[in-house]
């Protein structure tokens, strides 16, 4: 059966933000960043809600938007959150609504375009400050080999190391007879 939603996974950095509306545009489909959702619903970035109250109430709220909104969009792209599907059995719940793409960029590439965020709590250290070059590679590489299993069960995977265009070009591809 042909499936109306399309979710975009990937480390922080990978480009799910930059794509997503991109992608929704060529389909004639909404967008929506769950990232942004929670930040609307909560009224806080991110990076306050996990300083605030902990990385496992920002998991549960995200799981609970997930279910309660996000799955039952029709004609959407959707953003996850880079450690969303790696979280109870949110990729189960993921891949049984939508097709899910994994757009992939190795940590050298990753580490580039990421290490000047201040806005994702996984890349800051006890302050808040973004960890020193070497710490943050480290943090890179080790939370990637904890969720590459988890985003190489993607229904399709796109390496972004290449221009936006080329990139939503394959995606637009790799989709064809996959959504209604
Ligand atoms: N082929 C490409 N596809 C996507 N982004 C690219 C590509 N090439 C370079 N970039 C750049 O990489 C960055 C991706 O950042 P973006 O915020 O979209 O990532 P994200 O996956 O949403 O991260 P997060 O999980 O932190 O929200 C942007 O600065 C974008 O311009
Ligand atoms: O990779 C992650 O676990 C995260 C990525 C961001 O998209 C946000 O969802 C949050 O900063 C956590
Ligand atoms: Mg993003």
């Known amino acids: 059966m042909r499936k109306s939603l399309v979710f975009l996974t990937g480390f922080m950095g990978s480009g799910k933000s930059t794509i997503g509306p991109l992608l929704a545009q060529h389909l004639g ?7 942004d959702l929670i930040e609307d619903i909560e009224g806080k970035k991110i990076v306050d809600i996990f300083r605030e109250k902990g990385e496992i109430y920002f998991r549960n709220i995200e799981r609970k938007i997930l279910i309660e909104t996000v799955l039952k969009l029709s004609r959407f792209v959707v ?11 949110n990729l189960y719940l993921v891949k ?9 960029a190795n940590p050298e590439v990753l580490l580039q375009r990421i290490k000047y965020k201040t806005d994702r709590p996984l890349l800051l250290d006890h302050q808040g400050n973004i960890l020193p070059e070497k710490l943050l590679f480290e943090r890179i590489l080790s939370l990637l080999k904890m969720r590459e299993p988890f985003y190489l069960q993607a229904d399709i995977l796109v390496s972004t190391e290449k221009s936006i265009e080329e990139t939503i070009d394959e995606i637009l591809n790799k989709l064809e007879g996959k959504i209604a």
């Not at 489909?29 to 990232?35: H, K, N, P, S």
Request: zero cysteines; glycine letters at 14%; hydrophobic letters at 50%.
């Open 96 to 104: 049984e609504s939508g097709i899910l793409i994994y757009l992939m």
């Open 29 to 35: 489909y909404d967008f929506l960043d769950v990232d």
């Open 79 to 89: 953003a996850l959150g880079g450690g969303t599907i790696t979280f109870a059995d």
